[in-house]
């Protein structure tokens, strides 16, 4: 059955497995599933998808209690074997099984995981948005303001005025993530009807003033230095795919490069984790395959001629090697039609 534009993922468009669709619309499905996913973040405890309930020391998955057998064995109503048995195969199994289909999507497709589902690089994307707007930097850290003119030719001023927005939005999301943290360690019944009632505990009230200050500070100054050195999930990711020189990578079609000349590095500008996304692979060692460089570039070159390839795109298996194998003077020969063009 010929398959659909709509249902091809990025790692199909870069094998060829469907035809190539604009990566531009491919964002709105990008942030379609990235806010799918944060109401499930923030409502899994609510509907008992997932939380682990402190108060009862079990896991509750998908409304089933998921218990090790611990207690059972404490209070001498399970064998040791038996105990222990519970626990590979409750515990150490499932969790090996995770790690191991996880750590599959990350050999073959990279931070697939960040880009396009987690819910912090969503709060990272739109205040790095905001941040853009208030101040022309998307970090406090940024050394230079960025053009005013994006991508696709429209032309966004500063506004100091957005401040206002930045501060809401990281505190806003931070006390957010506080409460919905919360609501995977304590049922969230109780929490949530505490809140309704302003009748939270003395312990309630220190975890969710420390986590919303935490919160604020990072989503505030050091949202990326998170997603680069301190999220575990994060650098899982990078270093089982940086293992693979073919998975998948936002490639550079450097025959096409002098086309650069007439671009002010709208590809750059547009990256959340301020790479370099024309770079060899070991400089983007953090890309979280969110594609905003290939839109970008995409909208470049739809300005220079309609339909125009950009000059980035996703590529994998030999193709890739160009970008993850150039390095310390390597040049791999590639495939000639690894680029459309
Ligand atoms: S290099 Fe491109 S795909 Fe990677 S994080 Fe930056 S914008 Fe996203
Ligand atoms: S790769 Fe595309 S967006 Fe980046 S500088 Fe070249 S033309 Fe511009």
Redesign the pocket.
């Known amino acids: 059955m010929k398959r659909e534009c709509n249902d091809c993922l990025p790692g199909d468009v870069a094998a060829m497995a469907c035809p190539p669709r604009s990566v531009t619309q491919l964002q709105f499905w990008r942030r379609s599933l990235q806010a799918g996913f944060f109401i499930l973040f923030i409502l899994a405890p609510v509907f008992d998808i997932f939380r682990i309930d402190v108060t009862q020391a079990h896991v509750v998955l998908f409304g089933q209690v998921w218990s090790l057998g611990i207690n059972a064995l404490m209070h001498g109503e399970t064998s040791g074997p038996q105990a222990v048995l519970n626990i590979i195969l409750r515990g150490l199994l499932p969790l090996l099984l995770l790690v191991i289909g996880f750590g599959w999507i990350a050999w073959r497709y990279g931070r697939l995981y960040c880009g396009w589902l987690c819910p912090h690089f969503s709060v990272v994307e739109m205040i790095n948005g905001l941040m853009r707007r208030a101040s022309g930097k998307p970090s406090v850290w940024e050394k230079h303001a960025l053009p005013e003119t994006r991508?696709d030719g429209h032309r966004l001023p500063v506004q100091r005025s957005y401040w206002w927005l930045v501060l809401l939005a990281a505190m806003g999301f931070a006390f957010l993530w506080a409460v919905a943290l919360l609501t995977y360690l304590l049922p969230p019944t109780e929490i949530y009807a505490n809140l309704i009632h302003l009748s939270l505990t003395r312990n309630q009230i220190i975890f969710l003033s420390a986590a919303t200050t935490v919160l604020t500070l990072e989503f505030f100054l050091a949202r990326h230095l998170f997603c680069r050195f301190g999220c575990a999930v994060g650098v899982f990711q990078s270093l089982v795919w940086m293992a693979n020189k073919r998975g998948m990578v936002v490639g550079?079609d450097r025959q096409r490069a002098p086309?650069?000349a007439t671009?002010d590095?709208?590809?750059e500008h547009a990256c959340p984790m301020r790479l370099k996304p024309?770079a060899i692979k070991r400089h983007m060692f953090t890309c979280t395959e969110c594609g905003q460089c290939i839109a970008?570039?995409e909208q470049?070159?739809d300005k220079v001629q309609a339909g125009k390839p950009?000059?980035?795109q996703w590529v994998q298996g030999a193709c890739a090697l160009d970008t993850s194998a150039r390095d310390f003077g390597k040049r791999p020969q590639i495939p000639t039609n690894c680029y459309r063009r």
């Open positions: 991508a550079f086309e650069c671009c590095s709208q590809c024309r970008a570039c470049v070159q950009p000059l980035l």
